[in-house]
């Protein structure tokens, strides 16, 4: 089974703060996404990156940044957060092709004081 | 670009009753269609999928949805629902050729009680 994992669940931080989230998949996958979703809007790609050290922006990037150094690992980075960024955020990865099955993490639900 | 839009926000239903969740796409290229579920306190998992071949696809947990190229449609549809069922379910599209992103629906609370 494919697993994909999140650093946590839940995490609240204060408004200026560096926030990391770590997303880890274990099937070797080459695509890997960052995605944000709010209530009334679905599921907005953040960034996306399709081998490491690649990345490429999604439909919001903007007040985030991305690292991909290992393949299995994608890093999601809000280098000041805001109270706007209060939200979930899903991680994803799947193989290399559109007919590809996405496979999630849990998500983790950041509040931004 | 991809558009995908549910035209639901959420159904309420009776348990063991018929459901159909609705979908409709706008794309100037031909798509792949999906269709994910999100349970409580979960992250996605797929539903279905649409590639090519025959239009009406099967998929987990008895539902199944039918591709309509002519009104750009993808509705997912399941006989009877159970409590279990209660979820949100999200429709997407993807080009099927060159290189892109999955484009999502804003999703559909389908809501099941006893």
């Known amino acids: 089974d494919v697993k994909v994992t999140q650093s946590s669940r839940y995490l609240v931080k204060r408004t200026g703060e560096k926030v990391f989230l770590e997303c880890v998949q274990d099937?070797?996958?080459?695509?890997m996404f960052w995605y944000r979703q709010d209530p009334g809007l679905g599921l907005r790609l953040i960034y996306f990156s399709y081998d490491v050290k690649m990345k490429e922006k999604g439909d919001i990037p903007e007040g985030y940044s991305v690292s991909r150094e290992k393949k299995e690992r994608f890093s999601l980075i809000l280098e000041s957060a805001s109270t706007n960024q209060t939200s979930m955020y899903l991680c994803?990865?799947?193989?290399?092709?559109?007919?590809?099955?996405?496979?999630f993490g849990p998500g983790t639900r950041l509040t931004v004081l | 670009a991809q558009s995908v839009t549910q035209l639901d926000s959420q159904v309420p239903v009776f348990e063991e009753a018929p459901v159909e969740l609705r979908c409709n796409y706008s794309s100037s290229v031909s798509v792949y269609l999906f269709w994910y579920v999100q349970y409580p306190n979960q992250g996605l998992q797929l539903l279905l999928k649409y590639l090519s071949g025959s239009t009406l696809v099967k998929g987990i947990n008895g539902f199944e949805a039918e591709f309509n190229k002519s009104q750009t449609s993808f509705h997912l549809r399941k006989p009877s629902v159970h409590i279990s069922d209660t979820a949100e379910y999200f429709c997407a599209v993807i080009p099927n050729s060159g290189y892109s992103t999955l484009t999502f629906g804003k999703g559909t609370m389908l809501l099941v009680s006893p």
């Open positions: 099937m070797d996958h080459e695509n």
């Open positions: 994803a990865s799947n193989l290399l092709g559109a007919t590809d099955t996405q496979y």
